[in-house]
C-alpha cells in the first residue's frame, strides 16, 4: 500500500489504505461488507484504477503461464489471458465487472470468427 500511496494512488472507497493494509479492519471489511476487490485511483492516470483482491483468486503461476507476452517500445508486458480475465472479473460480481464480462464475451466470440448474433 506504501508502494502505491507513495505514487498517488488513494482509495476510491472514503477509507484510508492504511485500514486495508490492517488485516484485522480488511477481515471485518469481508465478513461485513462483502468486500472482494480493494480499489485505488490517482488523479494523475485517472483511467488506470488499480483493483487488488482481498484474497488470491487464482494461482498466480497457472495464469502466469497462460499470459500474453505484449511487446511495447522497448520491453514486454505481461497480460492476463481473456478466459483468466473473465473468471477474475467473475469473481469480483461487481456491476461494471459484470458489464464487461458481457463485452470480453463478445471479443471471444470475435477472435474465434463466429458471428455475434
Known amino acids: 500500500m506504501r508502494a502505491l ?3 498517488g494512488y488513494r482509495p476510491r472507497a472514503p ?3 492504511e485500514a486495508f493494509a490492517d488485516e484485522e479492519v480488511r477481515e471485518s471489511w469481508v ?3 462483502g468486500l472482494t476487490v480493494f480499489s485505488l485511483w ?3 492516470v485517472p483511467t488506470l ?3 487488488l483482491f482481498v484474497r488470491e483468486p487464482f494461482s498466480f503461476v497457472e495464469v502466469y503461464e497462460r ?6 517500445e522497448s520491453t514486454f508486458a505481461w497480460v492476463v489471458s481473456l478466459p483468466d480475465l473473465v473468471a477474475l472479473k ?3 460480481r461487481r456491476p461494471h465487472d459484470l458489464e464487461d464480462i458481457e463485452a470480453l464475451r463478445a471479443l471471444e466470440t ?3 470468427g463466429e458471428s455475434q448474433e
Open 5 to 7: 500511496t507513495g505514487i
Open 15 to 17: 477509507v484510508t489504505a
Open 31 to 33: 465478513r461485513d461488507k
Open 42 to 44: 490517482s488523479s494523475s
Open 49 to 51: 484504477e488499480v483493483d
Open 67 to 72: 499470459a500474453l507476452k505484449v511487446p511495447l
Open 90 to 92: 467473475s469473481q469480483a
Open 110 to 112: 470475435d477472435d474465434l
